[in-house]
C-alpha cells in the first residue's frame, strides 16, 4: 500500500469537488465546490505535471472547460461556446455588470452545450461534447480544434440521440499506443481510431450472431449489432475491451471489432457504469440497475456492485458496507472508478450525493463522502509528487 495520497475528482451538478485521502484510503475530506457552481460532467487529472481539467457547462453557461495547475485549489475556465447568460448579458449592461460579464470570443460559437468527457494521452487533451463531437488540444486545453476524421464520418447522418440527447460521453486511449484510441457515442456506438483521430471505424459488431436473437427492446443487440446505445466503455488490457450500453454487458478482445455478451448472471441487462482492474484484464466492476423504464435504482432497492474475476463468465454480488433496503440511487455513466494500489481501490458516487470507497476490491464498502449535489462522475488522481 502507498503513503501517496489519493485525490478523487468528483464532477457533479453544482461544480467540481475534490475529495482529499491519505495513501491508506482511510480519511477523507472534501472540499468545493469549484468552478464556479457550473454543472460538471467529468473532472481528470495529469499525474506528471498536477494539472487538472473539468469540463462541463449547460444551457445556460455554455460549454467549457476549466484547469487548475495547484491540485484543484483555483481554476480558471476556458469558454468554448456561448449559453443563454451570454444572450441576455449582450442586451442587457445591467445584468452583465451584476454577473460581471465582458464579451469575449468563443471558438465554436454555439455549437454545442456542454463538455461531456475528457481524454488525455500522447501529451494531447481530448474533449467530448453534446451533440457528439470530438475536439483535441495539443497545449493542455489553450486552444482547441475539431477532430474532423469522426465528426465527418459516413454514419454520422444516421446518428441518433440517446435519451440524454446525441452525447460523446466517453474517451479511451490506450496507454501503450495513443494513437489508438475509443470513444463511446450515444447512441451511435463505438468508434475506433489507430492513426491519432484521422480515420475512424465503426466497432459494433457481434462476435456470436445469436446474441441478437429474439431481442424486443429497441436498444438491444440485432442484425449483427451489440445495439448503439453504449453507456460507458473501458479498455482492459491490450485489445480487451467492456462495454456496458442499454441492454447488457459485453467484451471485446480485438480492440472492439467484435463483441461477447457477458450479462448471463448479473440480475439486469441496464446500467451505466464500467470499471476495469489496472493490472488484470479479467477482473470488472458494474453497478446493474432495474431497467431504463422501473426507476433506474438497484433491483430490489438494495446496493450491490457486482464483480467479474473471469471476464464475465460469472458474477458475484458484493453488499457489504453498501445499503440494502429502501436504496433508490442511480449511478451515472462515468461515476465509478479505481485506482492503481494493491489491493486495487474502487470508487463509485451517486445521484443522492454519496461517495463509498472499498480498499479491498470490493469485499467492503465505506460511504466516504454525503450529501454533495447529483455526483456525475468520480476520477482517481494520483500525482507523482504531492
Known amino acids: 500500500m502507498s503513503d501517496t495520497a489519493i485525490h478523487l475528482l468528483v464532477g457533479t451538478t453544482k461544480g467540481a469537488f475534490i475529495l482529499d485521502g491519505a495513501g491508506d484510503r482511510t480519511r477523507w475530506t472534501v472540499r468545493g465546490p469549484y468552478c464556479d457552481g457550473w454543472p460538471i460532467n467529468h473532472v481528470i487529472g495529469d499525474a506528471a505535471s498536477g494539472t487538472l481539467w473539468a469540463g462541463g457547462g449547460g444551457d445556460w453557461t455554455g460549454a467549457g472547460v476549466w484547469r487548475s495547475r495547484d491540485r484543484g485549489h483555483t481554476w480558471e475556465p476556458a469558454k468554448l461556446t456561448t449559453g443563454q447568460m451570454d444572450s441576455w448579458a449582450a442586451t442587457d449592461p445591467e445584468f452583465a455588470a451584476s454577473i460581471g460579464w465582458t464579451e469575449t470570443p468563443v471558438p465554436f ?208 454480488a458484493l453488499r457489504s458496507g453498501l445499503p440494502q433496503e429502501a436504496c433508490f440511487f442511480t449511478v451515472l455513466r462515468q461515476g465509478m472508478t479505481g485506482d492503481q494500489q494493491d489491493p486495487a481501490g474502487v470508487y463509485f458516487g451517486t445521484n443522492t450525493g454519496s461517495v463509498f470507497a472499498s480498499c479491498d476490491e470490493g469485499d467492503r464498502w465505506t460511504e466516504i463522502a454525503r450529501h454533495l449535489p447529483t455526483v456525475l462522475a468520480v476520477e482517481v488522481f494520483e500525482p507523482a509528487t504531492d
Open 109 to 316: 460559437g454555439a455549437d454545442f452545450s456542454q463538455v461531456w468527457s475528457l481524454g488525455r494521452g500522447g501529451g494531447r487533451l481530448y474533449a467530448g461534447t453534446k451533440p457528439a463531437t470530438l475536439l483535441v488540444s495539443d497545449d493542455d486545453g489553450e486552444t482547441w480544434q475539431t477532430v474532423k476524421g469522426l465528426t465527418d464520418h459516413p454514419s454520422a447522418p444516421d446518428w441518433g440521440p440517446g435519451a440524454a440527447g446525441l452525447v460523446l460521453h466517453t474517451i479511451v486511449v490506450d496507454p501503450e499506443n495513443p494513437e489508438k484510441m475509443w470513444v463511446g457515442i450515444s447512441a451511435a456506438g463505438v468508434f475506433a481510431t489507430e492513426d491519432g483521430g484521422v480515420t475512424w471505424e465503426r466497432r459494433n459488431d457481434l462476435a456470436d450472431a445469436a446474441d441478437g436473437e429474439g431481442n424486443t427492446h429497441p436498444a438491444a443487440g440485432s442484425d449483427g449489432h451489440t445495439g448503439f446505445c453504449v453507456h460507458h466503455l473501458e479498455h482492459a488490457h491490450g485489445d480487451r475491451l467492456y462495454q456496458q450500453n442499454h441492454h447488457g454487458v459485453w467484451r471485446s478482445d480485438d480492440g472492439g471489432l467484435h463483441w461477447h455478451n457477458i450479462t448471463t448472471g448479473l440480475p439486469s441487462t441496464f446500467g451505466f457504469p464500467l470499471w476495469t482492474h489496472p493490472r488484470d484484464a479479467q477482473t470488472v466492476w458494474t453497478v446493474p440497475l432495474n431497467g431504463d423504464s422501473e426507476g433506474r435504482y438497484p433491483p430490489d432497492a438494495a446496493a450491490a456492485v457486482w464483480r467479474s474475476r473471469d471476464a464475465g463468465a460469472t458474477w458475484q
